[in-house]
């Protein structure tokens, strides 16, 4: 009866510790330096599925932390800048929205069959009962369930220990920060200038990237795109052969080339353009190139 | 019986959140002011939507760089000449564009008299609760938001929401 005590007191012991355990590493690393990525990380990115406001690469998403700041720099609270928020798009903006409703059934659920659990263990387990209940019932019964009943007490202890203990290491390594290669912060920084519509800087950008990774056509490729956009159709037709050069049916080259086209020499534009139909007719501009030959 | 008294009330929990979540009609369509939308247009004319009371404004919220709002464009100016007399406006806030882009596009479309006021960061937009684009806002001739599309809109949409505030049969 002692013995059995103290299993239980550790059982719970371990139990209570995991959790704990648990609750503090998902409350998680609090002290994030840069106070946009803090409000934001609390706020759901409403055009995408499942990714925070934080993360995510949509144009609202970018428009939304641009107001964060905003409101950050007017000196406003986390909490006022949520609300703002909420207010205008509901509280499925929230990354912890509040539990009603269907939510509040992943609490509810568990704690009903905790407790159904535990009450149907503790009429298994109570000792004696069924014994005393009449010689019919015969003994190696409800010895038998008993021994079920702490097996499966066990086992769910261990599962709880090895997944408080275990989880970190089940972290995939990709969170691990990738070294700092100059040619990537280029394109990120050019990515940004792309998404102000800077394109001329972008350009700029690309170029050095280029100069780090000479022989990568997808980095020529979006020179070529962001020189297009910014009205320097030479420069983008030119980058595009060298695409072209190394991939003669490369779609994107042949897109890029076909629109700059249509500015350097307009008579060899719908050429290209077509070609590049027959090469992916399936690409997303596809509809748009077709309507331009159309028109 | 113990088990199967817990099954009862799992489920019996279940439902009864299930029914309270179900909003009741009309719940998503109840009108709400209209937030401000004020700024200059892409000729460099200053357009403010309060001073639009006694319209009835379509808020087209568009992008040149996305290819369905390129699509619903003419419509939208279409519906726009057509019921400018009964007292429609029509108004285009474009969503983190290049003006050269948008003008282009206008010039394509030929909505060149189209009012656009540029959000080039996009914070208009986000005032406006907006998730993605295309989305179109009616606004009544009381500055209030009375239907809400997001995503593209057809000439049945526009018909059914505006034919009853412009008075038209």
């Known amino acids: 009866m002692t013995r059995r005590r103290l299993l239980v007191v550790l059982g719970l012991g371990v139990l209570v510790t995991a959790a704990l355990a648990g609750l503090l590493r998902s409350a998680g690393p609090a002290g994030r330096a840069d106070p946009v990525a803090e409000v934001a990380a609390g706020l759901r990115c409403p055009a995408c599925q499942g990714e925070s406001l934080a993360e995510s690469r949509s144009p609202i998403a970018a428009s939304m932390r641009q107001v964060i700041a905003d409101q950050v720099a007017q000196g406003r609270e986390p909490e006022q800048i949520h609300r703002w928020f909420v207010q205008r798009y509901g509280d499925e903006v929230l990354a912890q929205p509040p539990t009603r409703g269907p939510g509040l059934l992943l609490w509810v659920v568990p704690a009903v069959a905790l407790l159904g659990g535990g009450l149907a263990a503790a009429r298994t387990l109570r000792p004696g009962r069924r014994e005393a209940a009449g010689p019919t019932v015969p003994h190696g019964r409800p010895r038998s369930s008993r021994i079920v009943w702490w097996l499966t007490a066990a086992g769910l202890v261990a599962l709880v220990a090895t997944v408080a203990v275990a989880a970190d290491r089940l972290t995939p390594p990709a969170t691990r920060p990738p070294p700092a290669d100059p040619a990537v912060v280029s394109l990120r920084l050019a990515q940004d200038l792309e998404g102000q519509q800077r394109y001329g800087a972008a350009a700029q950008l690309y170029r050095e990237a280029l100069t780090a990774r000479p022989d990568d056509d997808a980095i020529r490729l979006r020179l070529a795109f962001a020189l297009l956009r910014a009205a320097d159709a030479p420069g983008a037709e030119r980058s595009a052969r060298e695409v072209l050069g190394h991939t003669p049916d490369s779609p994107d080259g042949l897109l890029v080339l076909g629109l700059a086209q249509r500015t350097t020499r307009p008579a060899e534009a719908p050429v290209t353009l077509r070609r590049f139909l027959a090469v992916a007719p399936g690409h997303p501009a596809a509809t748009e190139i077709r309507r331009l030959l159309g028109s | ?169």
């Open chain 2, 1 to 169: 019986m113990a088990p199967a008294t817990i099954l009862l009330l799992t489920l019996g929990v279940g439902v009864v959140l299930a029914a309270g979540e179900r909003p009741g009609p009309g719940v998503a369509h109840r009108p709400r002011a209209a937030p401000a939308l004020a700024g200059t247009t892409l000729p460099g004319q200053r357009y403010d939507l309060a001073a639009a009371r006694g319209h009835v404004v379509l808020v087209n919220v568009f992008a040149s760089w996305c290819g369905p709002c390129r699509d619903e464009l003419p419509l939208l100016v279409g519906t726009g000449r057509r019921w400018a007399p009964q007292g429609l406006q029509v108004v285009g806030l474009n969503l983190r564009d290049g003006p050269d882009a948008v003008r282009a596009l206008l010039a394509e479309a030929r909505a060149e008299d189209l009012t656009v006021v540029p959000d080039p960061e996009g914070v208009r937009a986000v005032e406006w609760g907006v998730r993605g684009v295309p989305e179109t806002f009616v606004v009544d001739r009381d500055g209030r938001i009375v239907a809400h599309q997001p995503g593209v809109v057809t000439a049945k949409w526009l018909e059914q929401h505006l034919a009853p505030l412009l008075g038209t049969p």
